[in-house]
């Protein structure tokens, strides 16, 4: 069975930190990576996709980095507000695969 | 635009009764999904669809049944409800495959006692 492991499984940062949600893949076929945030009661929603083809991708305050060689790519939220408490979900895909989720991360910032 | 319709919003069953949860997307989308959602596992796929009259299994479709009559509408069917049924289903759809961004529903949270 192909695995995506999300590691922290809870984060509590402070207002205006950084906050780092990373992710480990073992099919080298998968060539598409979103980020979902799920808040409380409500669906997951996209927030972020890279291909391999970059190492990094940019929205907002939102980066992903993607290290192809290890096979990890990482979620980096900078300035982190109490907004941005949610639950965050990496996700990938390639070749014959189906869409893959990674366990989720409870994302807390605290003000 | 009301993106991914699904209902109900919350229910509890019996050990042994039937249900459908029902989906509906209004955005013209081929590709639609189930999902369940555990604490700590993620989303797993139940059953997807490419397109009307078109469905296959996902990760973990034991105990439960789709079909596909029109583009718009995605009804999964759960028979003999079993406690491990106990979860949170979302339905989802995209306008392409998986590797497109997903819409998804606001979920439908499933007690089986």
């Known amino acids: 069975q192909q695995q995506v492991k999300q590691s922290p499984q809870s984060l509590i940062v402070q207002k205006g930190g950084i906050s780092i949600i990373n992710c480990a893949y073992e099919?080298?076929?998968?060539?598409?990576f979103p980020w979902y945030q799920q808040f409380p009661g409500k669906g997951p929603a996209l927030l972020i996709a890279?291909?391999?083809?970059?190492s990094e991708k940019k929205e907002g305050r939102f980066t992903i980095s993607f290290n192809k060689s290890a096979k990890q790519f990482s979620l980096h939220i900078m300035d982190s507000q109490p907004g941005d408490s949610a639950t965050y979900f990496c996700?990938?895909?390639?070749?014959?695969?189906?869409?893959?989720f990674g366990q989720g991360t409870r994302l807390t910032i605290n003000p | 635009n009301a993106g991914v319709t699904q209902t109900p919003k919350f229910r509890i069953l019996k050990i042994g009764q039937s249900m459908t949860l029902q989906c509906a997307q209004d955005m013209n989308h081929n590709y639609m999904y189930w999902y369940r959602q555990d604490p700590g596992m993620g989303l797993k796929l139940i059953y997807y669809s490419v397109g009307a009259g078109i469905t296959d299994k996902g990760e973990v479709p034991n105990g439960y049944n789709v079909s596909r009559s029109t583009t718009e509408d995605f009804p999964l069917r759960l028979e003999l409800a079993a406690p491990s049924q106990t979860s949170v289903y979302f339905c989802?759809?995209?306008?392409?495959?998986?590797?497109?961004?997903?819409?998804f529903g606001s979920g439908t949270q499933l007690s089986v006692l």
């Open positions: 996700a990938a895909i390639g070749g014959a695969q189906k869409l893959v």
């Open positions: 099919n080298t076929a998968f060539d598409y």
């Open positions: 989802a759809s995209s306008l392409g495959g998986p590797n497109e961004k997903l819409f």
């Open positions: 890279i291909r391999p083809d970059v």
